[in-house]
Structures are given as C-alpha cells and as structure tokens.
C-alpha cells in the first residue's frame, strides 16, 4: 500500500474588498490626494499666489453649488454670482454690526435659502432658457437693489469687508485666508461628492436626464429641482462669505452677469457632474485671467475663454475630466493589450 500524499489546500488570496470596503479605500486615497494638494501652496508658493489659493478655494464653493444644479439636475441659472453677492454683502452687512463669523455664516445660509425660495417656488416648473432668464433677472433686480442702497450697501462705490478672526487666525492674512476657507470648502466637496450616492443625488441624475421619464418612476421633479437650486443658493452663499472676507472689499460688478458666466464656463470646462472637474474650473477663472494680467494682456482672457469654451463644447463635452478619463481609457487599453500579446 503506497503512502498517500495529502497536501494542505493553499489559502487563496484575500478576496477582493466588496463594496463597502472599496469605497471606503477610494474615499480615503481622495481625502489623502485633496490633503497633498492643499498643502503645496502654503508650502511652495508666496503670499501673493497663497492669496490667489485663497480665491480658487472660494470659487470652488461656488463652482461646486452650480456644478449639483447645472451638472447634475440639468437647470441652468445665469444668478449664481447673484447668489454669492448675496452672501458677500449679508457678510458686510452683518460684520458691520460688530457680530462674528458665526453669526455671519448662520445669517448668510438663512438669507441665500430665502432669495432662492424667492426665485424657485414661482418658477419650478421652468427649466432651461426659460428659467435661465428668470434668474438674469433676479441677478438684475438684486444689482439695481445694491445700486439705489448706497447707505446700507456702499452702492456702486462698493464697501470694505471685516476679515474672518478666529481665535489668532485673521484672513486679512494669506495663509490664515487660505486655511480658513480650506475647511468650509473641504466639508462642501465631501458632501457635494457624498450627494451622488444619496437618492436625492440619484433623483438629480434622473431630472437632468428627462424630466418625463423621471415623472414617471415616482420622481417628484418639482420638489427635487427646488431642493438642487436651495442647495446651490447655499454653496454660493458661503463662496461669498468666503470671498468677502478674503478679498476685503465688495462691488457690485464682481456679481454681474459676467461673474454668473465665467461660473457657468467653470463648470463646463471642468467637467459638469464631478467634483474634481468644479475645482479644475474655479482654479481656471482665478488663475488664467490673472496670467493674462501678469502678462500685460489681460484683455486676451475674454477672447481665449471664449474660444476654449467653444473647443470643449463641441470636441470634449465632458470636459478636462472627461478627457483625463478617455486618455486614461486608452493607456489602460493599451496596456492590456501588450500582456495579453504576450
């Protein structure tokens, strides 16, 4: 009789995490890649750029509440700088009487949801170029409002802004401005990117892709259109909360229809629907028109814009994101197909 060999079974590999566990990771390696980013301009750059960091962060805020609106429920606004001089001056107005960053957060938040209640419920069964006009508008009613109230809002001479202290951090200060509107804008892109796993994020998906269909399965269009233009109104709300303090002064013409355009182009030319994509957009309208200017050409910025909004809309819809996708598409197909050549 032979001895018989029995061999142990090899324990195969950990499985592949499931689900919750990929996301997690994914979660994790995003918050550490927003983490290394945040910190090269404070360690790599001067106050003026560090100062320039403060306003793309600012601007992210705002390019994030269009990108749920536009991006993902498909309503365009042409108000969304309305919106943030909505908060900007409820910031000057509220600083002026000595009360903090709280209390001008708090104000800021309630009076943004009461003007976007004032411009959603009438017109919530609108939607594209109609409603766009609606909200021209509404951005030009509140900029008439700004002009004739020169007592309370400075008018068209514009008024200076109190800075943001907290505690030994005073955004009058590059990097203490680049910290402080670091945290707001984190906790926005955490909920802005946590949004499209929710049913309300689903929903939004649904409308932007027909509003019929969406009807049909049980979507309340309506309630889900007003509900994406309340959480916009807020995000610009606090963008200029954040950019009234960082700046230190406020105009009406940074909250004209030109300001709502260059918001909406961010969000194009990012990537509409993904939240990296709103952050590429707010650093291009910061940071381009200010290489125009430091190259002494700062009227060629309008011009190229233009142009590049006209290149991305008819070749690259999906914009810089989605060209990063389809390159790394490629690469990965490539790859493939050497080892399995092989």
Do not use: C
Not at 308 to 334: E, F, H, S
């Amino acid at each position: 009789m032979t001895d018989a060999t029995i061999t142990r079974p090899r324990r195969s590999a950990q499985p592949p995490a499931t689900g919750r566990g990929a996301g997690a990771r994914r979660t994790l390696t995003r918050v550490a890649v927003f983490a290394v980013i945040a910190a090269v301009p404070p360690l790599l750059f001067d106050d003026y750029w560090v100062f320039m960091s403060a306003q793309v962060v600012a601007f992210a805020v705002a390019t994030l509440g269009l990108d749920i609106l536009y991006g993902r429920t498909g309503q365009m606004s042409l108000a969304h700088a309305s919106f943030m001089g909505v908060g900007a001056y409820t910031t000057y107005i509220v600083s002026s009487y000595g009360h903090g960053p709280a209390v001008q957060l708090g104000a800021v938040v309630v009076v943004a949801l009461l003007a976007a209640l004032v411009v959603a419920v009438p017109t919530l069964r609108l939607s594209g170029l109609r409603l766009a006009l609606v909200t021209l508008a509404f951005g030009e009613l509140l900029a008439w409002a700004i002009r004739e109230t020169t007592d309370l809002t400075g008018g068209t001479q514009g008024a200076s802004v109190d800075p943001i202290v907290i505690g030994a951090w005073d955004s009058s200060e590059p990097l203490h401005a680049y910290l402080i509107a670091l945290v707001p804008a984190a906790i926005a892109t955490l909920l802005a990117a946590h949004l499209g796993r929710t049913q309300l994020g689903r929903r939004m998906l649904a409308v932007r892709d027909t509003e019929l269909a969406a009807e049909s399965v049980g979507v309340a269009v309506a309630r889900t259109k007003i509900t994406a233009f309340l959480i916009s109104a807020v995000y610009a709300g606090v963008a200029g909360w954040l950019y009234a303090a960082i700046v230190g002064f406020i105009a009406p013409p940074d909250f004209d229809l030109f300001a709502s355009v260059y918001l909406f182009v961010a969000v194009v030319i990012g990537g509409a629907g993904t939240v990296l994509g709103a952050w590429l957009g707010a650093a291009y309208i910061v940071l381009v028109p200010e290489l125009f200017t430091l190259a002494g050409q700062p009227n060629l910025y309008p011009i190229v814009g233009g142009a590049l909004l006209a290149v991305v809309a008819l070749l690259v819809p999906d914009g810089i994101v989605g060209l990063g996708r389809g390159l790394w598409r490629r690469i990965r197909g490539a790859r493939g197909g050497q080892e399995g050549s092989r």
